[in-house]
């Protein structure tokens, strides 16, 4: 993906903040077009997205025992006075078409986007 940069005074972007350590946490975007993708180290990055512009995030995480966290968020961003409900990484927030927790969820949803 290609980092493309947008800027404007009267649009505020959501911004999504993506981790990834390895068999830790995984949170990743699975779909969404970004105007900026900001790789902030090895193990983060922000990709920001415009208002309108909907996208499935999805968090990950286990411990020694486990997955201890497995969702999937498909979210629309918000304008600047739209009321928008928390999701956990997207600020300011969005408005939430879809969440979903649990592998077996998280997974049936992703086999219908990818349409198999």
Excluded: Y
């Excluded at 990743?28 to 415009?50: K, N, Y």
């Excluded at 996208?55 to 286990?62: K, L, N, Q, V, Y």
């Amino acid at each position: 993906m290609t980092a493309r940069s947008f800027r404007s005074d009267d649009v505020v972007l959501t911004t999504v903040e993506l981790t990834w350590i390895e068999k830790r946490i995984e949170h990743w975007v699975r779909f969404g077009h970004p105007v900026e993708d900001r790789i902030l180290d090895r193990r983060r990055r922000l990709m920001s997205f415009t208002p309108d512009s909907i996208f499935a995030f999805i968090r990950w995480a286990a411990n020694d025992f486990g997955t201890v966290v497995s969702c999937i968020d498909i979210v629309r961003a918000v304008g600047v006075q739209e009321a928008c409900q928390t999701v956990p990484f997207v600020r300011p927030g969005g408005e939430s078409l879809l969440r979903q927790s649990g592998w077996p969820k998280v997974r049936r949803v992703l086999k219908a986007i990818d349409g198999v």
